[in-house]
């Protein structure tokens, strides 16, 4: 047993890594196979990542694995402490749900085996590069599940609909610069101190602190960051990508492909460089800019669309720059609101993605004027509608409302009132469209007609297969109970790690 | 004397589990069944309230620390003698409005049953869950739940109407309940705790004085809104189009209360008599106060829909109970407390009275009730009895909170506040009386009457007599309780006793605060 629990880290990537060089094989004899072996090491790291979370939560220490036993500064460090541990959870479960709920929607393709084994494969490196950068503790190896995330994820969002291939070919240019800005950065910081290992750069780095190379540093893995995790104004490539990605995958880029970028960025950040230098108060001032500016843009431009999943990119933008407020205000609370805004919004917003998802397989729309009456058909995809919109929101009692209050607690602890004018404005917006939504949904006269109801006979009378209703159902339920118990999360788990090791 | 204990967290419960099974199985339960759990529920919920009484009564409290909600902060429930008033009023009126509920939507068919009594569930759960609060987080949280479940009853309909009303609603709660949010960030991050005390927690000159009175203003925003003061009152009118009992229960029993005992809660338990009396915040909310109790009778008198008419009545009687909150003496509070129970009753039987006419006779404007007496005598009388108690005549629950108002501003030394107040008294007068006297009168025959509810399709039994008994019976009840309280104000329940006794607590020892 504890000889399992020594590799748990690698492990953890490894299971879907096997997946993904395994499936086209399986695939080629058997595409249920293929597939059902994907999900399955997905299930595994899911398993794993709860153990992992116990064990580091438990034990209060964090876990230095070195790959193949080379000690840093010249091996790659996997470090996994309280807070990426409950990050790596979070992806190992949203790709767990997620290659659950994409099982169905193949089956009307036609080259089948081909298909599956691309898609799966495609998934499974998803979640190997986002699980990677969670848990890396090396710069450079950081880069390397960057890119990795990147290129499954330029091929899920061509898989997609019609726009696909232009909104993937838009982010694999975007993508590009960003990677390039992030390599640059992290370039210059080797040339400077010589080494690539987060702790080894964190303690070279005080005594190069101000130098403007290392700003200029900053100022590229800024960027580099701010692409990634679709920051305002950096966004350009992001609502295109998540509104034609294959519906299947669209809750995986949607909810985690844009926040596992944010939290590289706090863990890169607040571990290499000291609070008060002067190139974090750089990032503070850019951060503190970027998001307030991102939060009222990405409201603000979701009022316009009635395409549902114009709406949800949109109002990503808005929520990434809730993330990055929490690292402009950069105290305790600060940075717990944003953590925890990373894990609520993953699962809010993958939910608000497994719907439309829902409504795509099911009737094949993305209009919200087609949504009336919905409900009565489709009770559970509603249900999580309401319950991830209203979090969305940030009412209580789900968990948006909490990672809200952090935020805003450590905004005025620190005395940026704006922050909170700009949470409150942007909730009220969120509302609008929303609203607008949920009205559509109960009140709106029955738009899409019987007809194409039965299209699809062999789908009559049940609202959806059930690998499509266990992600909905995970996600209401994180949704609430990370609402209900997110002081456990916050004080107990986040707290203690993010004072000792992020605000040392 | 305090005692800990889950029976506040049942009573919420009860309420919040009824909305759940009413809302996932509503659909597969006869009828029968369905409204079996409501009541079922009520009774439940209403005795568990009822029995802390005695507890609170001896100066004791039921206090349940449920679980940590927020990094250092409980998820904390509170019996004390505010909250429990607010408590039985909202549990016991919750029995009789499923009642006349039952009674009104099977004699008006109407759709989406279901959601209606989950959403009404809810409601109550809430109103119980802000009546119990004990810090500012829990009692936020229960006052957006209140908002959220009170949203599908307004806009029940689900047709242009109801939508642009229902989108009033939230528009007018959400912007004011996160300015509320906002503030309650600001409080604990500047106090460092949000635990309800009585006399407040926030000390005269700990801040700038004009920068209290904009954290006053932020607090009091959601419970404004919600209390209708104006010119916050937008909502309350265009709500109207929701079915009767929802009015009954949005003006008598859960919403309006709860924005009332929200500034109960913000005015003499956050920020205290003191503070509140030191920003100036109370005074410019009692003149507010003062414009509204005018300016809405004035309104209400031009009304010709019955629901209207007692929609903008609403809107002046609780205003009343916000002035006396504001004069911050200890009678006036113990007033205002009072006349959330006497409006409660009253009103509730008013609303009441218009759903019965309308789903008997189909009517809903005043001018052509006329002779409605001999058709409906039992509802015409409750009407009547119920107006005159609003007025505040003797022996009617209405005048000893009215009473113990005028007393506090009397000792105040608030001369103008008294003329208001009297004032009020004779406009509710005559926006009341011309409803009872049509009835009463012979202005139209009866031949109009039954013509009349011979267009409308949803007259179930023309020739009974008087409404339906569902209906009736919650109303002659209402009424009879309103007459009972206004006689022996502790009879029962020991209201009043809870009332006086949340005042002292509030304002302390010496009774009195004088302010400057």
């Known amino acids: 047993m504890n000889q399992i629990a020594q590799h748990l880290p690698v492990l953890i990537i490894l299971f879907p890594l096997c997946a993904t060089l395994l499936c086209p094989l399986i695939s080629h004899f058997s595409p249920d196979w293929g597939k059902r072996s994907v999900i399955s090491a997905l299930f595994l790291s899911v398993v794993c990542a709860v153990w992992q979370l116990v064990i580091v939560v438990s034990s209060g220490e964090s876990i230095h694995y070195f790959l193949g036993g080379w000690k840093p500064p010249i091996g790659i460090e996997f470090a996994v402490d309280n807070v990426n541990a409950v990050i790596i959870l979070l992806v190992a479960v949203i790709s767990w749900t997620t290659s659950l709920f994409s099982s169905p929607f193949e089956k009307k393709e036609r080259t089948r085996s081909l298909y599956s084994a691309g898609y799966y494969s495609m998934l499974a490196f998803l979640a190997v590069g986002l699980l990677g950068m969670s848990t890396t503790g090396d710069a450079f190896n950081l880069y390397v599940f960057m890119e990795i995330t990147a290129i499954s994820g330029y091929g899920l969002i061509a898989v997609g609909e019609e726009k696909g291939p232009i909104a993937s070919f838009r982010y694999l240019m975007t993508g590009t610069i960003g990677a390039s800005m992030y390599l640059l950065g992290v370039g210059f910081l080797y040339a400077s101190t010589g080494t690539l290992n987060m702790a080894d750069l964190a303690d070279k780095m005080p005594q190069l602190t101000d130098s403007p190379l290392i700003i200029i540093a900053v100022a590229c893995l800024i960027v580099g960051f701010g692409i990634k995790m679709a920051l305002f104004p950096l966004h350009g490539w992001q609502p295109a990508a998540h509104s034609y990605a294959h519906p299947g995958a669209d809750p995986m880029i949607a909810g985690i492909m844009i926040k596992i970028p944010a939290y590289a960025m706090l863990r890169f950040f607040y571990c290499i460089f000291i609070e008060d230098s002067k190139v974090m108060q750089l990032f503070f001032a850019a951060l503190g800019v970027m998001a307030v500016l991102g939060v009222l843009f990405g409201s603000l431009k979701a009022l316009r669309y009635d395409t549902y999943n114009k709406i949800l990119a949109y109002s990503s933008i808005g929520q990434v720059g809730y993330i990055a407020m929490g690292f402009a205000i950069g105290n305790v609370y600060g940075l717990i609101g944003a953590v925890l805004h990373i894990v609520s919004h993953a699962f809010m917003k993958a939910g608000l993605f497994y719907t439309s998802g829902a409504l795509k397989y099911r009737y094949g729309i993305h209009e919200t004027t087609y949504l009336g009456q919905v409900y009565r058909k489709m009770p559970v995809t509603s249900l999580t509608m309401v319950v991830c919109a209203l979090s969305m929101i940030g009412l209580p009692p789900f968990a948006g409302f909490f990672s809200k209050w952090y935020l805003a607690l450590g905004a005025i602890q620190k005395g940026q009132y704006i922050f909170v004018a700009v949470l409150i404005l942007s909730s009220l917006l969120g509302a609008i469209y929303f609203f607008r939504i949920i009205e559509k949904l109960f009140m709106e006269r029955e738009k899409i007609s019987d007809e194409e109801n039965n299209m699809r006979t062999e789908k009559k009378g049940k609202e959806l297969p059930w690998q499509m209703l266990v992600p909905l159902i995970v996600v209401v339920a994180a949704v609430i109970l990370i609402g209900l118990f997110n002081a456990y999360i916050a004080g107990d788990v986040l707290k203690p790690v993010i004072t000792e090791v992020f605000l040392k | 004397m305090i005692t800990e204990s889950l029976r506040p967290a049942l009573a919420i419960a009860t309420a919040l589990l009824a909305a759940i099974l009413i809302l996932f199985f509503g659909n597969r339960l006869k009828p029968n069944v369905r409204e079996g759990i409501t009541l079922v529920a009520a009774a439940v919920m209403t005795g568990l309230v009822f029995s802390m009484i005695p507890k609170v009564l001896g100066g004791g409290a039921f206090v349940a620390e449920l679980?940590?909600?927020?990094?250092?902060?409980?998820?904390?429930?509170?019996?004390?003698?505010?909250?429990?008033?607010?408590?039985?009023?909202?549990?016991?009126?919750?029995?009789?409005?499923?009642?006349?509920?039952?009674?009104?939507?099977?004699?008006?068919?109407?759709?989406?049953?279901?959601?209606?009594?989950?959403?009404?569930?809810?409601?109550?759960?809430?109103?119980?869950?802000?009546?119990?609060?004990?810090?500012?987080?829990?009692?936020?949280?229960?006052?957006?739940?209140?908002?959220?479940?009170?949203?599908?009853?307004?806009?029940?309909?689900?047709?242009?109407?109801?939508?642009?009303?229902?989108?009033?609603?939230?528009?007018?709660?959400?912007?004011?309940?996160?300015?509320?949010?906002?503030?309650?960030?600001?409080?604990?991050?500047?106090?460092?705790?949000?635990?309800?005390?009585?006399?407040?927690?926030?000390?005269?000159?700990?801040?700038?004085?004009?920068?209290?009175?904009?954290?006053?203003?932020?607090?009091?925003?959601?419970?404004?809104?919600?209390?209708?003061?104006?010119?916050?009152?937008?909502?309350?009118?265009?709500?109207?189009?929701?079915?009767?009992?929802?009015?009954?229960?949005?003006?008598?029993?859960?919403?309006?209360?709860?924005?009332?005992?929200?500034?109960?809660?913000?005015?003499?338990?956050?920020?205290?008599?003191?503070?509140?009396?030191?920003?100036?915040?109370?005074?410019?909310?009692?003149?507010?106060?003062?414009?509204?109790?005018?300016?809405?009778?004035?309104?209400?008198?031009?009304?010709?829909?019955?629901?209207?008419?007692?929609?903008?009545?609403?809107?002046?009687?609780?205003?009343?109970?916000?002035?006396?909150?504001?004069?911050?003496?200890?009678?006036?509070?113990?007033?205002a407390m009072f006349h959330m129970v006497a409006h409660a009753f009253l009103k509730i039987t008013l609303f009441m009275c218009a759903g019965a006419i309308f789903v008997t006779t189909g009517l809903s404007q005043i001018s052509t009730m006329g002779d409605l007496a001999k058709r409906m005598p039992v509802t015409c009388?409750?009407?009547?009895?119920?107006?005159?108690?609003?007025?505040?005549?003797?022996?009617?629950?209405?005048?000893?909170?009215?009473?113990?108002?005028?007393?506090?501003?009397?000792?105040?030394?608030?001369?103008?506040?008294?003329?208001?107040?009297?004032?009020?008294?004779?406009?509710?007068?005559?926006?009341?009386?011309?409803?009872?006297?049509?009835?009463?009168?012979?202005?139209?025959?009866?031949?109009?009457?039954?013509?009349?509810?011979?267009?409308?399709?949803?007259?179930?039994?023309?020739?009974?007599?008087?409404?339906?008994?569902?209906?009736?019976?919650?109303?002659?009840?209402?009424?009879?309780?309103?007459?009972?309280l206004g006689c022996f104000p502790d009879a029962g329940t020991h209201l009043y006793d809870m009332a006086v006794m949340a005042a002292e607590e509030i304002m302390g020892e010496g009774g009195i605060y004088l302010a400057g």
């Open chain 2, 381 to 484: 009388v409750c009407f009547t009895a119920a107006s005159l108690g609003i007025a505040g005549l003797p022996l009617m629950a209405g005048f000893i909170s009215k009473f113990n108002i005028l007393q506090g501003a009397l000792t105040m030394g608030k001369p103008m506040f008294i003329a208001v107040l009297m004032a009020a008294a004779l406009l509710a007068l005559s926006y009341l009386i011309p409803v009872v006297r049509i009835f009463f009168g012979k202005e139209s025959s009866s031949q109009t009457v039954s013509c009349t509810a011979a267009e409308h399709g949803h007259v179930h039994s023309s020739s009974g007599f008087d409404a339906a008994p569902a209906m009736l019976i919650p109303l002659v009840l209402t009424t009879v309780v309103a007459i009972i």
């Open chain 2, 67 to 335: 679980w940590t909600i927020a990094d250092g902060i409980q998820l904390k429930l509170k019996t004390d003698g505010a909250g429990m008033v607010f408590a039985c009023i909202a549990s016991f009126l919750w029995i009789l409005t499923s009642v006349y509920s039952i009674g009104y939507v099977r004699g008006h068919h109407e759709k989406n049953q279901t959601g209606y009594f989950a959403a009404f569930a809810a409601c109550i759960a809430s109103a119980i869950g802000i009546a119990f609060s004990a810090n500012l987080i829990t009692f936020f949280i229960f006052y957006e739940m209140l908002t959220l479940a009170t949203y599908p009853l307004v806009a029940h309909y689900r047709d242009e109407k109801a939508k642009a009303s229902g989108r009033k609603y939230l528009a007018y709660t959400l912007v004011s309940g996160q300015l509320f949010f906002a503030a309650i960030v600001w409080v604990y991050a500047k106090y460092g705790t949000c635990e309800f005390a009585a006399g407040g927690f926030i000390e005269a000159g700990s801040m700038p004085k004009a920068l209290m009175c904009v954290m006053f203003f932020m607090m009091i925003a959601g419970g404004v809104v919600k209390a209708g003061v104006m010119p916050f009152h937008g909502w309350l009118p265009s709500a109207m189009v929701a079915p009767t009992p929802v009015s009954a229960l949005l003006h008598a029993v859960a919403v309006v209360k709860a924005g009332v005992f929200c500034l109960l809660r913000i005015i003499c338990y956050v920020f205290g008599p003191e503070s509140s009396a030191w920003c100036g915040g109370a005074s410019v909310l009692s003149w507010f106060a003062v414009f509204t109790i005018l300016v809405s009778s004035m309104v209400a008198m031009r009304q010709d829909n019955l629901k209207a008419r007692l929609a903008f009545s609403t809107v002046g009687q609780l205003s009343y109970i916000v002035l006396g909150i504001c004069i911050l003496s200890v009678y006036s509070i113990a007033g």
